[in-house]
């Protein structure tokens, strides 16, 4: 099962809306597609948005004709329309900045507008093919905090589904399956929209990962309990400073971990590292609808017309951080200065 | 709105499954039937779980002809049937003591089967109408905790809908209103059964009450974000040194708000206060079936054969309560010593 894939010439994407019950790809071809596709959940996942919007970009010139500047101007509308998909996962923006980079070096080459775009399609199916090689890595030093026969909770998905491949905060219960190590992975089912319930448990069960679902509200309970050594989450956005930008109920997790001296890690590659952002403070929560909550499963489960607040994301302060583990290795605080050096090296 | 009443010699009962969007009253005529509205949660809220349980046995002898013995005898085997329905809420069990205890003594007097019935009605009659003037009493008391501008927290329904009239919890949001101040209500939806989407954003939206609806996992964010200076939840079971037995995810809300230096309260009649069971390991914990989470809305939303862990209560020890909100007056720690109190009065 996977999450996206360039095939005939069209972005072919899992409709994650319609899991687990439906398998259903769509045909891409056009960067509306992909902003649509983005916008409504089809496709989610920090990492998997950028991947996404990178193929967007191609779509936008792919009947291209003309010379290279205008190649490149178009290429420039097309990444800033797919900018605006949403706002707050950081690997979107980087994704597109990436392929704006490529998009000026060819444009001052000499070649067609044509073999610009077949190079910056190569450039996009890198990013991804980066992603599965990045995720492979985090699951490994991920897995060095982990021992035999620990329960370990995770929110949201941050699995394959969420990535090219293995995931982020997924990728080391894969690696323990591979090498035999036995955990007992609990799936927050993750409110409004179910990621957890309906994404990771899904992904996990497939793979044949121990998993448990429950509901956001249990975590507390099931750490009270004494089931939980360790949690383990993926961000949509690392500020500066360490602060955590994730799915809304992720921060409410990582009190509840404090609280009980449970770890709380955070798994991501670089590309969600946001060194311009300086804190949590100044990354931009987006705020969706509450039909998403009052009417999310088929029927309606609120009154309508009452008050429904609805932020897809929260941020969890860096001092509820425990260690953030990426391709290059495990961080710890100070993360202001910590995180700065992963990009030195 | 009205949660259950005696009607044409039967209970008339709200099926609280089909709200907000239907409102459907059952004409339940046996103590089958209200076992099953119990365990279906057709009605629940521990108070509202008593009075059903205690009309149950009414209807378990309205159709009885012999001697009193043989009366007393089939009340007792219905009060004792009606007890299986559910573990964790005390009051269920202490509505039936208290219907036992007046059927012994009915069978003690020289009246004939059909009297001790009438009688019995009476007596389940007095324990609803005691039931909503105790939830006035509690909301009178609850107020003085709050401030005019004051965001409150609440989590699943302790309110009207759980009890005769008011409710525990939300009674003293009623009473707000009524008296011109202004509380801004934060609700949590209360998964799975989704009591705070469905039961009290609907009917504090209907008395008109300021109330936002909000998943589970926003609790804690809403907390950061400053809005909120109280939390007040209801309760199934307080044991005798004050650990609270409540809807699952109210450990969380707890801990939250401890966490973020607010207060957390919770409102019960004494009877609910049960000194017998001497702390919160002792209360036994209703598992329910993992579809309520896999697949409680009109479609499923986790996939099949997964596993899924489904506590329907957890226990708040008594260091998270900041206060227990009686009919008898506030109570605070040492509870051991404190609760005992309340009845001696």
């Known amino acids: ?113 044509s073999a610009a775009t077949a190079a910056l399609l190569d450039e996009a199916l890198l990013i991804q093919a980066e992603d599965e090689e990045t995720n492979r890595r985090i699951g490994e030093h991920a897995l060095t905090l982990f021992e035999d026969g620990m329960g370990v909770l995770t929110h949201c998905n941050a699995g394959g589904l969420a990535t090219a491949k293995y995931g982020t905060a997924l990728a080391p219960f894969y690696l323990a399956l591979e090498q035999g190590i036995s955990l007992k992975v609990f799936a927050d089912e993750t409110r409004p929209v179910l990621q957890g319930a309906r994404l990771t448990a899904f992904e996990l069960q497939q793979a044949g990962v121990d998993v448990t679902l429950i509901c956001d509200n249990m975590a507390g309970h099931v750490m009270s309990k004494g089931w939980i050594q360790a949690v383990i989450v993926g961000t949509d956005r690392v500020a500066a400073n360490g602060d955590v930008a994730n799915k809304i109920g992720t921060y409410s997790v990582a009190v509840l971990a404090k609280a009980h001296g449970i770890p709380f890690y955070v798994a991501c590659p670089l590309s969600t590292i946001d060194l311009s952002t300086p804190t949590g403070a100044d990354i931009p929560i987006e705020e969706r609808h509450g039909d998403e909550v009052a009417a999310g499963f088929g029927k309606r489960t609120a009154p309508h017309g009452v008050a429904i607040y609805n932020p897809a994301f929260d941020i969890t302060p860096n001092e509820y951080v425990t260690a953030i583990v990426t391709e290059k290795g495990i961080v710890r605080a100070p993360y202001a200065e910590n995180l700065g050096k992963l990009f030195d090296r």
Chains 1, 2 share one sequence.
């Open 1 to 113: 099962l996977q999450s996206l894939r360039w095939e005939n010439d069209a972005l072919s994407l899992l409709d994650q809306r319609l899991l687990p019950e439906q398998t259903v790809y769509l045909r891409l071809t056009t960067p509306q597609d992909v902003w649509e596709a983005i916008r409504e959940l089809k496709v989610r996942g920090a990492p998997a948005i950028g991947i996404a919007a990178a193929y967007g970009v191609v779509l936008g010139v792919a009947d291209f004709d003309g010379n290279l500047s205008a190649w490149l101007a178009e290429t420039e509308k097309h990444a800033a329309y797919l900018a605006t998909s949403r706002p707050t996962a950081v690997n979107l923006f980087w994704a597109l900045d990436r392929m704006k980079a490529r998009a000026r070096d060819l444009a001052s080459a000499d070649i067609s507008s």
